[in-house]
């Protein structure tokens, strides 16, 4: 469903420093990632009208814009939680609309604003889940790959924890975990700070952040305005379900051409 959600407010110098975890990231192989002509209505109501963007291998794209500019419905779309009415979405060249989307899921993992964690699980069994259903892997597997993952993410000591007992931003420390033990080669992020306390947001900033410098293809949809400043190899700005202006960080914050980005930028600079 479209953005609801309203912009940040904050100056990029007031967004907190992004800092690194201390732990390294788990290996992957990054893949490519594009969308053609990406058109998709909702209720008779047109959210993305023929989107176009290219991320290369490795990189991370942020995607920044207005409430209902279609950002989120554009990560649903990309990893076929919705389908689109036409066009296409590439990895490394190959439509993904050809495959089963429980594999494409696999490569493409995907991380939400309300975390999406089984409160009746611990926060071992939200990760080995699927790692048994869709991998097929044994328990005494899927808890050695899930406590390795944990471990990458500071929380093995939260493994017998549920999420309710969790911070906000450990359970979506824990969400990002959930994604990456299925070792995928695209993570699209959905404004995963947005339902975060101020101090819990440096956290999970600085773990996308390791992701992005250990060379993970990202989408990452936010208002922190200094993350993607940061962070982005390129950014996007959307607007009524298209993609007004794309670019370098610098571009784009810089020297904005569109006059929809300048006035967009001086209300959440």
């Known amino acids: 469903m479209p953005d609801q959600r309203t912009s940040a407010t904050a100056s990029v110098a007031a967004v907190p420093a992004v800092a690194a975890p201390a732990t390294a990231v788990a290996p992957f192989s990054p893949v490519s990632l594009a969308t053609r002509d990406l058109h998709l209505s909702l209720g008779g109501n047109p959210v993305l009208r023929g989107v176009d963007l290219d991320v290369p291998r490795g990189d991370t794209l942020c995607v920044i814009g207005p409430s209902g500019s279609g950002k989120s419905t554009l990560l649903r779309t990309v990893n076929r939680l919705l389908e689109p009415d036409r066009g296409d979405v590439l990895l490394d060249g190959g439509s993904v609309l050809q495959r089963d989307p429980n594999l494409l899921r696999q490569q493409v993992g995907m991380v939400f604003q309300q975390f999406n964690l089984f409160p009746h699980l611990s926060v071992l069994r939200n990760l080995t889940l699927p790692l048994r259903r869709l991998r097929g892997l044994s328990r005494e597997e899927a808890d050695e790959t899930a406590l390795r993952q944990l471990d990458l993410v500071g929380l093995r000591h939260k493994a017998q924890t549920r999420p309710g007992r969790l911070s906000g931003g450990q359970q979506q420390r824990v969400a990002i975990a959930r994604a990456l033990v299925m070792a995928p080669q ?37 208002h922190e305005m200094g993350f993607a400043r940061e962070v982005a190899d390129r950014v996007a700005f959307m607007d009524h379900g298209v993609v007004v202006e794309s670019g370098s960080p610098q571009a784009l914050f810089d020297d904005p051409r569109s006059p929809r980005l300048r006035q967009f930028l001086t209300d959440v600079l």
């Open 186 to 222: 695209v993570m699209l992020f959905d404004e995963a700070t947005s339902a975060l306390d101020p101090e819990l947001v440096k956290g999970v900033l600085g773990l996308m952040a390791e992701l992005g410098r250990a060379g993970m293809t990202m989408v990452v949809v936010t």
